[in-house]
C-alpha cells in the first residue's frame, strides 16, 4: 500500500471538518439545496485540491519487468562431465592427483598394471603375424585358381582363412584401443604390463576413489573429472509461473546464502510439466564464476519481461476493503460562485510493479487514452470519500 505524509493527512483530516462546520453554519442561516453526488464520485473545492495536493497525469503504456524467486542446483552438460574408469581392471600402480587439481584432456591420471594386457598385446602381434602368411598365401592360391592348377575348394578354404584372420586382427586392434594402446605403435619390443589412463577431458577432478596398490574393476569409477566452463543452472518453477518466462530472460543468482551475485541466461524452457506439477528452466551461467560448482543449491530471480502494459505510478492506486481503485478527473464546475472539481473512483486490477509504476486493468469500456489519473494526493480523495457526508460547504 502507497505511504504518504501522515502529518500532511491529518491537516487535510481537521480542515475537512472546518469546512463541514462551515457547511451547518450556512444551513442555519438559509437552506441551500444540496447536490446530490453518485457514489463513485468525490468533489473539491479548489482550495480543497490545493491542501490536498493533488495532482494528474495520463495513464501511460510501460514495459515493465516482475520478478519470480525460484530455487535450483548448477549442474554440468553431459560434455562437460567424465567419469573415468579402468576397461578390464588392473591394480593402481601410481597416481598424483588429489580433488581440486586441475586437468587437460589427454593429461595422465593413473598407471593401471594387468597382466591381461601382456596377453592382449601378444595375441594381437601372433594374429598380425598370422594375418600376414594368411594373406601371402591367400594371393598365391589365387593366382594358381586362375590358372587352374588349384582347385575352387582349396581356394575357398585359403579365403576363409585369410577373412578370419582379418577379423581377428580388427577385434584386437579394437580392444587395444580401449584400454589405451596404439595398435600402430605396437611391436614385440614395446609389449607393456601396464597402460596410463589419461583423462577424456579438461577441468578439474572433483572425486579421486583410488590409491596404489588399489584392486580396481571395469565398473569401478577411479576419477570424476568436471569442466567448469560451461555450467548451467537448472531451476524449478510452479505450473502458474509457466507463462512467464522465455528463452533470453536474464536471471540472478546467489548461492550458499552469499551477497554475491551471479548473472544466467535462459537458453531452454521445458516442454512439459512434471508429475509433481512443477517446471524446468534451464539457463546457461555468464561469465566466469569460481565458486559456482556442480551440484549446488541457488536461489535465483528471473526478470519476468512483459509486453507493454497500461501502467500508472504506484502511489495513484489507493486500496479500499481489499480491492484496489484509482481517481480520473471528471469534470470542473462551479457552485454558488465558487470553482469545484469532481473525481471518479475506479476499480483497477494490478499487475506487476517496476520502478515505481504499476500495471492496472481497466473496467470494459473504459477509454484510458483521454483519462487523467491522479498521481499524487489520492489517499487525501480517498478520505474526502470516506468523510463525503460533511463535505457540503
Known amino acids: 500500500m502507497t505511504t504518504y505524509n501522515f502529518k500532511s493527512f491529518i491537516l487535510f483530516s481537521v480542515l475537512l471538518v472546518a469546512f463541514a462546520?462551515?457547511?451547518?453554519?450556512?444551513?442555519?442561516?438559509?437552506?441551500?439545496?444540496?447536490?446530490?453526488?453518485?457514489d463513485n464520485i468525490v468533489e473539491m473545492s479548489s482550495d480543497q485540491v490545493k491542501l490536498a495536493d493533488i495532482k494528474t497525469g495520463l495513464i501511460e503504456l510501460r514495459s515493465l519487468s516482475g520478478t519470480l524467486k525460484v530455487s535450483g542446483v548448477v549442474a554440468a552438460a553431459p560434455q562437460n562431465m567424465a567419469m573415468v574408469s579402468m576397461p578390464l581392471g588392473g591394480f593402481v600402480k601410481s597416481t598424483s592427483l588429489m580433488p581440486g587439481n586441475s586437468v587437460f584432456k589427454g593429461q595422465a591420471l593413473a598407471v593401471i598394471e594387468n597382466s591381461e594386457f601382456i596377453d592382449i598385446q601378444q595375441n594381437y602381434l601372433e594374429a598380425k603375424s598370422k594375418l600376414e602368411y594368411a594373406e601371402a598365401d591367400y594371393n598365391r592360391q589365387n593366382e594358381l585358381y586362375k590358372n587352374d592348377v588349384s582347385s575352387q575348394k582349396n581356394m575357398q578354404l585359403v579365403a576363409s582363412e585369410y577373412k578370419s584372420r582379418k577379423v581377428q586382427l580388427r577385434s584386437l586392434e579394437q580392444k587395444l584401443s580401449i584400454i589405451g594402446i596404439n595398435p600402430n605403435k605396437l611391436n614385440e619390443n614395446?609389449?607393456?604390463?601396464?597402460?596410463?589412463?589419461?583423462?577424456?577431458?579438461?577441468?578439474?577432478?572433483?572425486?579421486?576413489?583410488?590409491?596404489?596398490?588399489?584392486?580396481?574393476?571395469?565398473?569401478?569409477?577411479?576419477?570424476?573429472?568436471?569442466?567448469?566452463?560451461?555450467?548451467?543452472?537448472?531451476?524449478?518453477?510452479?505450473?502458474?509461473?509457466?507463462?512467464?518466462?522465455?528463452?533470453?530472460?536474464?536471471?540472478?543468482?546467489?548461492?550458499?546464502?552469499?551477497?554475491?551475485?551471479?548473472?544466467?541466461?535462459?537458453?531452454?524452457?521445458?516442454?512439459?510439466?512434471?508429475?509433481?506439477?512443477?517446471?524446468?528452466?534451464?539457463?546457461?551461467?555468464?561469465?566466469?564464476?569460481?565458486?559456482?560448482?556442480?551440484?549446488?543449491?541457488?536461489?535465483?530471480?528471473?526478470?519476468?519481461?512483459?509486453?507493454?502494459?497500461?501502467?500508472?505510478?504506484?502511489?495513484?492506486?489507493?486500496?479500499?476493503?481489499?480491492?484496489?481503485?484509482?481517481?480520473?478527473?471528471?469534470?470542473?464546475?462551479?457552485?454558488?460562485?465558487?470553482?469545484?472539481?469532481?473525481?471518479?473512483?475506479?476499480?483497477?486490477?494490478?499487475?506487476?510493479?517496476?520502478?515505481?509504476?504499476?500495471?492496472?486493468?481497466?473496467?470494459?469500456?473504459?477509454?484510458?487514452?483521454?483519462?487523467?489519473?491522479?498521481?499524487?494526493?489520492?489517499?487525501?480523495?480517498?478520505?474526502?470519500?470516506?468523510?463525503?457526508?460533511?463535505?457540503?460547504?
Open 21 to 38: 462546520s462551515c457547511g451547518k453554519q450556512k444551513k442555519s442561516e438559509t437552506a441551500i439545496k444540496e447536490e446530490v453526488l453518485p
Open 190 to 393: 614395446t609389449i607393456s604390463k601396464s597402460i596410463t589412463l589419461v583423462s577424456p577431458i579438461s577441468g578439474y577432478v572433483k572425486t579421486v576413489n583410488v590409491n596404489i596398490g588399489k584392486s580396481v574393476s571395469a565398473t569401478d569409477v577411479l576419477f570424476e573429472i568436471v569442466n567448469t566452463s560451461k555450467l548451467f543452472l537448472q531451476l524449478t518453477l510452479f505450473e502458474k509461473d509457466a507463462d512467464k518466462v522465455s528463452s533470453g530472460q536474464k536471471i540472478r543468482f546467489f548461492i550458499n546464502n552469499e551477497s554475491e551475485q551471479h548473472m544466467a541466461l535462459i537458453y531452454q524452457t521445458a516442454k512439459s510439466v512434471d508429475s509433481d506439477k512443477t517446471y524446468k528452466v534451464y539457463a546457461s551461467v555468464q561469465g566466469t564464476c569460481k565458486n559456482v560448482l556442480p551440484g549446488m543449491y541457488v536461489n535465483a530471480i528471473i526478470e519476468a519481461t512483459t509486453n507493454k502494459v497500461t501502467s500508472v505510478p504506484s502511489e495513484s492506486i489507493v486500496s479500499f476493503e481489499d480491492k484496489d481503485y484509482i481517481f480520473v478527473f471528471e469534470r470542473n464546475k462551479q457552485e454558488s460562485g465558487k470553482p469545484f472539481t469532481e473525481y471518479q473512483l475506479i476499480q483497477v486490477k494490478k499487475g506487476v510493479t517496476d520502478e515505481g509504476y504499476t500495471e492496472i486493468t481497466f473496467p470494459d469500456n473504459f477509454n484510458f487514452k483521454a483519462a487523467k489519473v491522479v498521481v499524487k494526493g489520492a489517499y487525501n480523495l480517498l478520505s474526502a470519500k470516506k468523510n463525503a457526508g460533511e463535505m457540503a460547504c
